[in-house]
C-alpha cells in the first residue's frame, strides 16, 4: 500500500472558522510533511515531523497549527485564516527524514478560504 | 545554498518524439535528485531518482534521466512522447543536511500534441 490519503479533497472557510485538515498513511513512514502549493508553483514546505515529534516549521503564521498524533496521522489545523492562504495542500511522507528516500505525496486538500 | 533551475518554462513536442525537460542543480556535497509529475488538480507523484551509481536512471512510465556531475544536470527523457505525459513536471534535490527538506524548481509544462 503507497498510498497517502487527505481528507477533505475541497474545503470552502470563511476566516473566522476553524478546520482541520488530515492526512494518513500506512507505509510505516516515519517522517511527514505538510506543503502549500499555489497554482502552477512549486510546493512550498511548510512542517516537517520526524519519529512524531515537530522537526522542521519553516516560519509559517500560527493561525496555521499541525499535529501529529501518531506514527500514520498528521492533521492541520487552520484558524482565522486570510483569502490569500486559499491554495492546494500538500501532505506527504517519507521513510525517514534521510536524504536519500522519495516523498510519497496525497492528492492534496485544496482550501478557499472566503 | 541548495537551488534547482528549470529553465523552460513549458516544452511542446508532437506525440511520438522523444522530449527531454531540463534541470540544473547547485548543491554543496553530494546531489540527491528527483523528479516529480503532476496531472491537473492532483497529487505529485514520484517518477524517479538518482542517488548514485549509474549516471542513467530509468523510472515509471519509460522515463529516464541523466545525471551529469560536469554539467550539474539532471535532464528527464523520454523516448516517445503520448499525449498523456501532458503535465507539470518538478525536479527537486534534497538538502545536504539531514532535515528532509526537498527543494523544487519553479516546475516545467510539458504539452505532448497529437
Known amino acids: 500500500d503507497t498510498e497517502v490519503t487527505q481528507t477533505p479533497k475541497h474545503l470552502v472557510m470563511g476566516m473566522t472558522n476553524k478546520k482541520s485538515l488530515k492526512c494518513e498513511q500506512h507505509m510505516g513512514h516515519r517522517a511527514m510533511y505538510w506543503y502549500k502549493q499555489k497554482a502552477k508553483k512549486p510546493p512550498e514546505l511548510m512542517f516537517v515531523y520526524s519519529y512524531e515529534k515537530l522537526s522542521i516549521n519553516e516560519s509559517v503564521p500560527s493561525r496555521f497549527s499541525p499535529e501529529c498524533p501518531n506514527s500514520s496521522l498528521l492533521n492541520l489545523h487552520l484558524h482565522a485564516l486570510q483569502p490569500e492562504d486559499s491554495a492546494l495542500y500538500l501532505c506527504?511522507?517519507?521513510?525517514?527524514?534521510?536524504?536519500?528516500?522519495?516523498?510519497?505525496f496525497g492528492e492534496g486538500s485544496r482550501l478557499t478560504v472566503l | 545554498a541548495q537551488s534547482v533551475a528549470q529553465p523552460e518554462d513549458q516544452v511542446n513536442v508532437a506525440e511520438g518524439n522523444p522530449l527531454t525537460v531540463k534541470c540544473t542543480y547547485s548543491v554543496s556535497g553530494n546531489p540527491y535528485l528527483f523528479w516529480y509529475v503532476q496531472y491537473p488538480n492532483r497529487g505529485l507523484q514520484f517518477l524517479l531518482k538518482?542517488?548514485?551509481?549509474?549516471?542513467l536512471v530509468k523510472g515509471s512510465y519509460g522515463f529516464e534521466a541523466e545525471f551529469n556531475k560536469s554539467q550539474t544536470s539532471f535532464h528527464l527523457k523520454k523516448p516517445s512522447a503520448l499525449v498523456s505525459d501532458s503535465a507539470l513536471y518538478f525536479c527537486?534535490?534534497?538538502?545536504?543536511?539531514?532535515?528532509?527538506?526537498?527543494?523544487f524548481g519553479q516546475g516545467t509544462t510539458l504539452q505532448v500534441k497529437p
Open positions: 506527504a511522507s517519507s521513510q525517514d527524514r534521510g536524504n536519500t528516500g522519495e516523498l510519497f
Open positions: 538518482y542517488i548514485t551509481g549509474d549516471n
Open positions: 527537486a534535490v534534497r538538502a545536504s543536511s539531514n532535515t528532509g527538506k526537498l527543494i
